[in-house]
């Protein structure tokens, strides 16, 4: 429909479009709920897999009456080709989180993935894309409330900052991450849109957006490359479960109900219970590098030149491969680097070649079911197992942290004397099963298993808080994306673990993927100025050289920092602060070191104030949430009231890492932060 034929009263048509594209589709799904299987599938394995994809199909047609179903409109100049708005026609075009056509065909509302709504975010008045009229809407409670109107070829109109975009942006946050399709910035959508070939690593400070551009990009990738993710699968790892918990509707609000979560240690876990925990010093040394080598050696250390020739009896025939011959085979295998497990079962097979190649030259004719067969023979079985063992993963790093001499020997020229003092366990575990596992040593498992037999690549993976992942861990994932590709998201001043990357070049090598873009972005949307800048203090400390957030967003007032005269009054006035936070709409968040909780909770409770643990979803009823500093990374609220600054920084096992952690929780709050403290600052916030 032209420009020119809008109604006299726009909000009144826009509601009635907005109403008519709720019906079509619930007509989408009702015809869906409506199909009738019985008669197309030849078996129940095929009428289990059809049925579970129409379940799916209903679930991603589902009207969330919160969330609305469009929030843009593009007017184009001319009528846009088929190929650019995939079978769409006119130059009227309503965008929204699905794709919602009437029934006849006609598109009600355009996925906003699809190429005809990309000028919705990179349209300006410089390049206008064709398009002449932008329009945005407000919502209350999912009901179109406000529209706002940009004008993008006429030269009458001035350039000025969208209302409902900034509205949007700063809504209050009460419940899970939610997604950001409304507000998505060209800088954004250019890391959004980017190809399913290329690994894109996306630095960026607190309130750019990164986690979202990340969980943006899985979602346009599914809708660009459906059929290919489909079959080969897409991860989301996540530093904790509270993490994955609040940013788990995301991706199900946008269709998308099939892409994985995980952390790291999920991840590795298949294969021992982890039940101990690490030293610090011994945790770097694990999650090195370098242990991927001392593995490598004490793997192929077990392949052993045979002694003795094989010898197979088949009927009354005796068949003869001497010892330099398989030593030639085994030499050969070592040589490709085939990984051990594939080796092991090769090597049967090339000494039953042998055998079969004497056989012919003594005139028989074997086809491939003897070779399968003297593969099997006890005496070729004999000679492998003797020559080239199979290896339990866990057996073997079990050896290594209790063996001292046999990690000596595989670590020599790797790991100096005191690094392998460090990570030999104090108390020698007698098997697999009673050993005190530690999220480290998973990850050397995980290795280990790897070595033996390749771990199973996704098409794609995303990598959240990626700077806190050691070189071991790193190659863990990048394991499961192998034959994939993967986004990478993380800032570097916020890295808190004592193995934290100090580059992304780093990282990404240690990941497998040397060549990715990386991106960074700079503009920050969420942390108020005042707020941001405070924390950006502590970066020259924290982050030599990186460049601090430039946030968007003006709050006066948003920051207070109060000192408490007398320490055992700093409890009673973090909970007068709560109260005070929860007076304003939205969620609330107290953030303290971890050793400062238990003392908060019981004041919180005292003052009758009840209380969410980090990932428990805040309601309008319940909004105050009391987070460890350790589990603040990643997450949001409204407000946040921080505890003792130099309580954050000292329950860290160094400045630096407690200095960086105390970055992480100034940089929670979206609208307003009050730093209590009684002990003396950190001299880098003076």
Known sequence: MPAHEESSNPLVRERAHLAASRAALRAMREDVQALDIRDVTANWVNAAVLQSQIDDRIKALADLTHTPLFFG??????????????????????????????AHGDPMVIDWRAPVSQPFYQASRNNPLDVDHRRRFGYTG???????????????????????????????????????????????DEIVRSGLGGTVCVQGGPGTGKTAVGLHRVAYLLYAHRERLARTGTLVVGPNRSFLHYIEQVLPALGELEVQQATVEDLVAARVEVRGTDEAAA?????????????????????????????????????RVPAYEVEEMTTELLARDMRYGAAHEALPQRIAHAVLVRMEEAGEAPDDRVQNAVARNPAVKAAVKAVWPAVDPAKLVLR????????????????????????????????????????????????????????????????????????????????????????????????????????WEQALFHLGKADAVVEELTAGFRVPREVIAYASRLLPAISPGLAPVESVRETPGSLAVREVAEADELDSAVVAACAESLRNEGSIGLIAADARIPALAAALGAAGHAYLSPG?????????????????????????????????????????TGLRRLYVALTRAVSGLVVLHAAALPEQLG
């Open 73 to 102: 409109r593009l007017d184009y100049l001319h009528v846009v080709g088929a190929e650019k708005a995939e079978g769409a026609e006119g130059e009227r075009f309503y965008i929204g989180r699905r794709h919602v056509h009437d």
């Open 142 to 188: 999912g009901e179109l409330t406000a529209y706002e109107d940009e004008y993008l070829t006429d030269p009458a109109e001035t350039e000025q900052t969208s209302k409902l975009l900034q509205a949007e942006i700063e809504r209050p946050r009460v419940g899970p991450m939610r997604d950001i399709v409304a507000t998505i910035q060209p800088e954004q």
């Open 283 to 319: 945790a770097v040394i694990k999650g090195d590098a370098r242990m991927a080598q001392v593995l490598r050696r004490a793997i192929r250390s077990h392949v052993t030149p045979p002694t003795e020739p094989v010898v197979v009896v088949r009927g009354s025939r005796r068949w």
């Open 400 to 503: 290594l942290l209790t063996d001292a001499e046999f990690l000596a020997a595989h670590a020599e020229g790797l790991l100096t004397d005191d690094e392998q003092k460090q990570i030999v366990m104090a108390k020698p575990a007698r098997s697999v099963k009673s050993a005190k596992w530690t999220a480290a040593d998973a990850v050397l498992i995980d290795e280990a298993a790897d070595l033996v037999a390749r771990t199973h690549s996704l098409g794609h993976v995303v990598i959240d808080e990626a700077q806190d992942l050691s070189p071991m861990q790193y190659r863990a994932v990048g394991r499961r994306c192998s034959t994939g590709s993967a986004t990478v998201l993380g800032d570097l001043a916020q890295g808190t673990t004592p193995w934290s990357t100090g580059s």
């Open 616 to 656: 428990e979803e805040t309601t309008a009823a319940s909004r105050l949430t009391l987070v460890p500093a350790s589990l603040a990374k990643g997450l949001e609220y409204d407000y946040v009231v921080l505890d003792e600054p130099a309580a954050v920084v000292d329950g860290e096992p160094d400045e630096r």
